[in-house]
């Protein structure tokens, strides 16, 4: 699969963010962050600003959810306008039920894990899912440095995804930049949510061209990306 980069609207300005969704058009996706100042000590935004986002955008939402009791509140999301939404494991009391209706109201469903979190003992729920997010920060603020630690569990996560013969999708997140991207996708990765890196540039639809190509050429060399048949792609 081609990798994705999704620019993470946390870094933009929120009083401007219909024209910082345009300011990054060419992105695969939007990365959307609720935090709710419980699962992570920062508060940002909900369901109304998701709806008014995704009518003032054709970029598809990716809604990041920082919060707590996703299962009560992600499908709200996902009737909001969100194409994709990701719940934190550590949040949710019943992850496959929270998929499955996630799936079921028409959107991709995604799991996150902070850092702390391993992948191994969820690696029964893959096929419920279509993206896992391997967290590369602590979650709850933009421009953190990226924690190399975690690049051992992008690269064990993507061998489980091989290994079962998923089509899954891997995202990252956090601290992803021109000096961490290849890292990233030699490790495995295919979906690059980057803030800082895009918003903090002085043409932030530029940063997203760079950052994707940097991130095709470690990923056309990557072994991961050969034994899935996809290197060149
Ligand atoms: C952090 C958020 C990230 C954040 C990334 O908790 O989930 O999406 O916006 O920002 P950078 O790319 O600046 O680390
Ligand atoms: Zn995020």
């Known amino acids: 699969m081609a990798v994705q980069i999704n620019p993470s609207i946390l870094s933009a300005d929120f009083a401007r963010l219909a024209d ?7 992105a695969d996706w939007l990365h959307v962050d609720v935090m709710d100042n419980h699962f992570v000590p920062n508060l940002t935004l909900g369901v109304p600003v998701v ?3 995704a009518r003032a955008t054709d970029t598809p939402l990716d809604c990041h959810l920082m919060i707590e009791a996703p299962d009560r ?9 969100a194409s994709s939404v990701t719940f934190h494991v550590e949040a949710a009391a019943a992850p496959v039920r929270l998929a ?3 799936r079921a109201k028409g959107a991709r469903a995604s799991m996150a894990l902070k850092p702390a979190t391993p992948i191994e003992p969820y690696e029964d729920l893959l096929p419920e899912l279509d993206m896992v997010l391997i967290m590369t920060v602590e979650p709850g603020f933009g421009g953190q440095a990226f924690l190399d630690i975690m690049l051992p569990k992008i690269r064990r996560t993507r ?7 998923l089509e899954l999708w891997l995202q990252v997140d956090g601290g992803v930049s021109a000096s961490t ?3 990233c ?4 990765a295919d979906v690059l949510v980057a803030g800082s890196a895009v918003y903090g540039a002085s043409d932030p639809a530029e940063a997203v061209r760079a950052l994707r190509t940097q991130a095709e050429a470690a990923t056309a060399k990557a072994s ?3 034994d899935h048949g996809t290197k060149g792609t």
């Not at 061998?159 to 013969?165: N, Q, S």
């Not at 996708?185 to 495995?188: L, Q, R, S, T, V």
């Open 20 to 26: 910082e969704a345009k300011a990054v058009e060419g």
């Open 51 to 53: 709806e008014s986002l």
């Open 73 to 81: 509140w992600a499908p709200q999301y996902v009737e909001a306008g």
């Open 100 to 102: 499955r209706e996630i």
């Open 159 to 165: 061998e489980l995804i091989t290994k079962r013969g």
């Open 181 to 183: 991207i290849e890292r």
């Open 185 to 188: 996708a030699d490790a495995g």
């Open 224 to 226: 991961w990306a050969c």
